[in-house]
């Protein structure tokens, strides 16, 4: 598994938790919902900016969207 796939996982895993929609999450995060696709089927990497963006929708530090995909990362080696 690459680090934008297990980004994704974690991303849609917080997503859903919060029951937001893409598009709905979309629009609070000003992105696009393709976008937001892309980045839960590990198809883009986000930038430092977009990290913080979704955090903060998703009412998490953005470090810890990083912990997760790490540990994600490691449990799958």
Known sequence: MNVEKAFGIILKEK???KKLSQEEFAFLCNLDRTYI???ERGK???SIATIFSLSTILE???HLLIL???KLLKSNQ
Do not use: V
């Open 15 to 17: 997503r859903t938790i």
């Open 37 to 39: 696709s892309l980045l």
């Open 44 to 46: 883009r990497k986000p």
């Open 60 to 62: 998490t530090e953005p």
């Open 68 to 70: 997760e995909t790490e």
